[in-house]
């Protein structure tokens, strides 16, 4: 990724990125209610997804940077230039505070709903690893399947996201890059 192109593109997702990093770091001025949330939410979500496009636009039109011989796979790079464009995120810059609670909420009603094996077997097929906003799904782990029945009650996402689990840690990740996005912290219990 040292080529014009390369920065060019980068420099590109990376005034894309600003309105989503500016807009996640306003105070709220009033409390927003569940609707004004998941409104927020699905911008932030929208906003994102730009910035994800427009980095998939620019690696896929620049013909210089394709190299088969060993050089960077596409996910790479293309996780290399989100990363690059939001060097600043944090948690809660999509899944923000008046969001947060609401699907945390939804996360430990959905799992007390559930009979203890099924706890269990769902708890058992998450990784425990660290995790942190920006950084790669660690190779070889596996994506365990967030229940089906959770996902028809959290706020959709767009193609390019889903949820997830690490460790306690509830992910959005990137499924072209194989990045994390977001996160929420001590979403699932411990488990024993």
């Given at each position: 990724?040292?080529?014009?192109?390369?920065?060019?593109?980068?420099?590109?997702?990376?005034?894309?990125?600003?309105?989503?990093?500016l807009g996640a770091r306003s105070p709220?001025?009033?409390?927003?209610?569940?609707?004004?949330s998941v409104a927020l939410f699905e911008d932030r979500v929208a906003a994102y997804v730009a910035l994800h496009n427009q980095c998939v636009r620019r690696l896929r039109g620049d013909d210089a940077?394709?190299?088969?011989?060993?050089?960077?796979?596409?996910?790479?790079?293309?996780a290399d230039s989100i990363r690059l464009a939001r060097q600043g995120a944090r948690p809660g810059d999509i899944l923000c505070p008046a969001v947060a609670?609401?699907?945390?909420?939804?996360?430990?009603?959905d799992l007390a709903a559930r009979e203890r094996l099924e706890q269990e077997a769902i708890l058992a097929e998450v990784p425990q690893v660290p995790v942190r906003v920006n950084d790669c799904y660690p190779a070889?782990?596996?994506?365990?399947?967030?229940?089906?029945?959770?996902?028809?009650?959290?706020?959709?996402?767009?193609?390019?996201?889903?949820?997830?689990?690490?460790?306690?840690?509830?992910?959005?990740?990137?499924?072209?890059?194989?990045?994390?996005?977001?996160?929420?912290?001590?979403?699932?219990?411990?488990?024993?």
């Open positions: 990724m040292c080529s014009k192109s390369a920065r060019r593109i980068v420099l590109s997702c990376m005034i894309l990125a600003a309105p989503l990093t709220v001025a009033r409390r927003a209610s569940p609707v004004d940077d394709r190299d088969s011989s060993g050089g960077p796979t596409f996910r790479q790079t293309l609670p609401r699907i945390l909420q939804l996360v430990r009603a070889g782990a596996p994506l365990a399947t967030t229940p089906p029945r959770l996902l028809l009650r959290l706020p959709p996402l767009a193609p390019e996201l889903q949820y997830r689990f690490l460790g306690r840690t509830l992910i959005l990740l990137d499924v072209d890059a194989g990045l994390i996005v977001d996160l929420l912290q001590d979403a699932l219990p411990r488990h024993p």
